[in-house]
């Protein structure tokens, strides 16, 4: 038996609904920009650009139910309401024409942002990792399998925050889907099983404070009920 320093990390996992069986975390994917509205309220890229895409670290999953606890070093802590696609099968140069064949299931998510720290990070020319990438920027709902809902290509994607809507746009509206993003994505990455893929967000992005309830909704899935927690 393989004798470690330290003990090694405990394996992250979002459950899969109707099965009491649990889809383990390699990676977290996100896309920047794919809806037109948020990208014309951002003012800050090409309306043509192609899809871009950053990462976040596996343990930064909040699930269903749990507190997200406010992150240090922002005055301007944000949601982003997304589709969130499971990677089933592996693969890499996928075509869009078998994109579908890699999905396991879908789930609702919220991409947090500390946007304060984005935008300085956007100006200097610097990755965006501090304001994307840090402990508990990641919430996802509960997968539902393929066989139990289908592909995912149309339908509301919502959330509110203490019972007012603030994103309700559509799925249909994304600039590029999400055979697309799966075909683009597996030609700069190998796509391997476990792998999460947050789509990209609607305009409607505001900041959240201490105590506020997110409450988000993709049309044919489970809700995703979180709240944000002090201060760290």
């Known amino acids: 038996m393989t004798q470690y320093i330290l003990n090694p990390p405990a394996v992250v996992s979002v459950p899969v609904a109707l099965t009491g ?92 942002t500390r946007r304060d720290r984005q935008r300085e990070a956007g100006k200097k020319g610097l990755p965006w990792e501090i304001g994307k990438s840090f402990d508990a920027s990641a919430p996802c709902g509960m997968l539902h399998t393929v066989a139990e809902v289908g592909h995912i290509s149309s339908g509301q994607i919502f959330i509110s925050v203490n019972g007012e809507t603030k994103q309700d746009s559509l799925i249909e509206k994304m600039i590029w889907n999400v055979p697309e993003i799966i075909s683009n994505l597996s030609h700069l990455y190998d796509l391997v099983e476990g792998d999460l893929i947050y789509t990209g967000t609607p305009a409607g992005v505001a900041p959240v404070f201490p105590g506020d309830k997110l409450l988000c909704k993709v049309a044919g899935l489970s809700m995703l009920d979180v709240s944000i927690g002090a201060k760290k």
């Not at 990462?55 to 922002?74: A, F, H």
């Not at 944000?78 to 999905?103: C, T």
């Open 21 to 112: 069986s649990e889809f383990p975390v390699r990676r977290i994917y996100c896309v920047g920009r794919n809806y037109l509205e948020h990208i014309r309220e951002m003012k800050e890229s090409d309306e043509r650009d192609p899809p871009f895409f950053f990462q976040k670290p596996r343990d930064s999953i909040v699930l269903n139910g749990q507190v997200v606890p406010y992150p240090p070093e922002t005055n301007d802590f944000q949601f982003e309401v997304e589709l969130v696609v499971a990677v089933g099968k592996s693969g890499r140069q996928i075509s869009k024409d078998d994109a579908l064949d890699h999905i396991f299931g879908y789930a609702v998510g919220l991409d947090m």
